[in-house]
């Protein structure tokens, strides 16, 4: 799903997107199913190749992408990291952000993750504001109640992780989810690539391209 003021505008959305095509990338064969980041961005840790998925709660093509990529990850090779970051490309989207950010702080990301995905998405549950999200979790029965989630997801904590996804994924020129980059380098998109498994087959050789090189 596009930021809202590039719906309507595929044509441009797409010429922001496209990054120059290493001559030299063993993966030629599937030019335009991913960029070349330029220049590349750093990882978490540089000792693992890194899977980041950009992605926003409220998208519906992220809620489709989401049991293909929970597959992988669950038996992803050990040199591999995965991690995930929601920056609110659309100032709508915050409030989701935030909820995301505020599940790390607390530490009950496992618990809410695919319930909040599974709220909106199948119970059609309108959760858009702090305080609605925030009387949502209480009732999960995973000790954060309605007002440790609140404030929460209004600390500075929690801003700031929101301003460095932000950073981060202007930086990679991301404006749409779900995004994945591999390794700070490659860029991609389930239209991109063409499909969902495609997209995976596509990290797997990113992945393997990586540890080659290393």
């Known amino acids: 799903m596009n930021k809202r003021q590039f719906l309507g505008n595929s044509a441009k959305l797409a010429a922001a997107l496209t990054l120059p095509m290493s001559a030299s990338s063993p993966l030629m064969a599937q030019a335009g ?10 990882t978490a840790n ?18 489709a992408f989401e049991p293909a990529i929970n597959e992988w990850a669950a038996s992803k090779p050990d040199d591999v990291d995965f991690v995930r970051h929601a920056p609110p490309l659309n100032r709508g989207w915050t409030a989701h952000s935030e909820a995301f950010y505020s599940a790390e702080a607390l530490g009950i990301t496992d618990k809410m993750f695919d319930e909040l995905f599974n709220a909106i998405h199948r119970e059609r549950k309108q959760l858009r504001d702090r305080k609605s999200i925030s009387k949502w979790v209480a009732g999960l029965g995973i000790d954060v109640d309605e007002d440790k989630m609140f404030e ?63």
């Open 33 to 42: 199913q991913y960029n070349e980041i330029n220049p590349p961005q750093s």
């Open 46 to 63: 540089p000792d693992k190749i890194e899977v980041l998925e950009y992605f926003w709660f409220g998208c519906p093509h992220c809620f």
């Open 152 to 214: 929460t997801m209004k600390s500075f904590a929690v801003n700031a992780k929101i301003r460095q996804a932000m950073q981060v994924a202007s930086a990679s020129r991301v404006n749409a989810v779900p995004t994945v980059v591999v390794n700070g380098k490659y860029l991609s998109t389930v239209s991109m690539a063409g499909g969902h498994e495609q997209l995976i087959s596509l990290m797997n050789d990113l992945i393997e391209k990586e540890r080659a090189e290393a």
